[in-house]
């Protein structure tokens, strides 16, 4: 089974920015889709952004314009690059991975995550 590991979170000011990285212990390329999730106190977990095995890219309306989703193959890892941070982006982000089965099936990933908190 592969491990994710977060890394990279932490308290940064309004309009700053953190590039998160989420290490798999094993290579990423047989997974189909690859995301970022967050979960801000008192709320549901939320799709970030999300990337697939051919490169597209998906990301939620709030981020869009400041955070960017990518991929490296070679490191088996998945980043995270948050840009103009407001604090409403303030949550713990959760990295998933997920594998479509040859049943159908789904196989799910997630990493333990790592705070972000945007505050002056």
């Known amino acids: 089974q592969v491990q994710l590991v977060e890394s990279g979170g932490g308290l940064v000011q309004p309009g700053g920015s953190l590039k998160l990285s989420c290490a798999a212990s094993?290579?990423?390329?047989?997974?189909?889709?690859m995301g970022w999730y967050r979960q801000a106190p008192g709320k549901q977990r939320e799709l970030v952004a999300a990337i697939t095995s051919g490169g597209s890219t998906n990301y939620a309306d709030s981020v869009k314009g400041r955070f960017t989703i990518s991929r490296d193959n070679a490191k088996n890892t998945v980043y995270l690059q948050m840009n103009s941070l407001k604090p409403e982006d303030t949550a713990v982000y959760y990295c998933?991975?997920?594998?479509?089965?040859?049943?159908?099936?789904?196989?799910?990933?997630w990493g333990q995550g790592t705070p972000v908190t945007v505050s002056s």
């Open positions: 094993g290579s990423i390329l047989t997974f189909n889709v």
């Open positions: 998933k991975l997920v594998r479509v089965l040859t049943t159908g099936r789904l196989l799910e990933v």
